[in-house]
């Protein structure tokens, strides 16, 4: 996960001056809803739900209430709220913008058990509410917004699958204790299929299932053999094969398409990351 401070990121990320929500439910996670919100002036009702309530605040601050207790939150705090468990919100002052995600128990459970490697039957939970956590924080916003973004399957699988897994294992009632084997063969299926695969959206149950493997499993797996993790193997191959096509004059949006990004604007986020120059400026030079 990043270490980028929460602090650091809102320097650049200022409230925006009128409220806004955008709600959605998002399929690669059993239709989980998700909303980002910036709220200005907006109070919540003392109000319950019957999924979890996951999230932190990207800048400003929140006053919530949460069994009797009230308290003041901002960057670097996360919110773990478990179902039925009464709760309301209101701005701190100039109003705060936040992401959140609504996982029911099936979903949480299902991750629970995939990272141990054994059946759970108890109840997932969360002892404390609204814990400092910033490291975590950062990581659950930016898979937040690849969710948002749309991006690609395996991006946006890893990202949020692999935020889910650290809550519990840092935060949740449910020890998690990953399963110490490691199947060479099987890691080097999967990278074989992305390798041989990279145009096409791959989701990280997909490659999971043709590795033979837990989807926790395998991301550690991979980054142990590896390095690195299934989607950044993916993305790197992608962009060692749009190099290739740059250079022959194809054009940056055409390549990005041929490559399996997800738009022209995904393909240069991670090329330039990966090269330090857009692909335009790759394409002329």
Not at 155 to 184: W, Y
Not at 267 to 278: E, L, N, S, Y
Request: proline residues 5%.
């Amino acid at each position: 996960m990043h270490n980028v401070s929460q602090e650091q990121a809102i320097d650049v990320m200022p409230i925006a001056t009128t409220e806004t929500t955008r709600f959605w439910r998002d399929r690669r996670f059993g239709g989980m809803e998700c909303l980002s919100a910036t709220f200005l002036t907006h109070e919540y009702s003392p109000h319950a739900h019957d999924t979890f309530s996951i999230g932190a605040i990207e800048s400003g601050s929140q006053i919530s209430t949460i069994q009797g207790t009230t308290e003041q939150t901002g960057p670097g705090h996360l919110y773990l709220i478990n179902p039925d468990e009464v709760h309301d919100g209101a701005p701190g002052g100039g109003g705060y913008r936040y992401r959140m995600i609504y996982p029911d128990i099936v979903l949480l459970r299902d991750i629970i058990e995939d990272v141990t490697g054994r059946a759970f039957h108890g109840t997932p939970s969360f002892p404390r509410f609204l814990p400092r956590d910033p490291q975590v924080a950062a990581a659950f916003q930016m898979a937040h917004r690849r969710l948002e973004e749309k991006s690609g399957a395996l991006e946006a699988d890893e990202g949020m699958f692999s935020v889910l897994a650290a809550l519990f294992g840092r935060h949740g009632s449910a020890i998690i204790l990953p399963v110490e084997t490691r199947e060479k063969t099987a890691v080097y299926t999967a990278r074989d299929y992305l390798s041989d695969n990279y145009e096409t959206d791959i989701g990280l149950e997909e490659l999971a299932s043709i590795a033979g493997l837990s989807r926790a499993h395998l991301i550690r797996a991979f980054r142990k053999e590896f390095h690195i993790t299934p989607h950044a193997y993916l993305t790197d191959v992608r962009v060692r094969r749009a190099r290739r096509l740059l250079r022959a004059g194809e054009m940056p949006a055409e390549v990005a398409a041929m490559c399996g990004f997800a738009d022209q604007a995904h393909f240069t986020r991670h090329f330039k990351a990966r090269t330090g120059v857009t692909p335009g400026q790759f394409r002329v030079a």
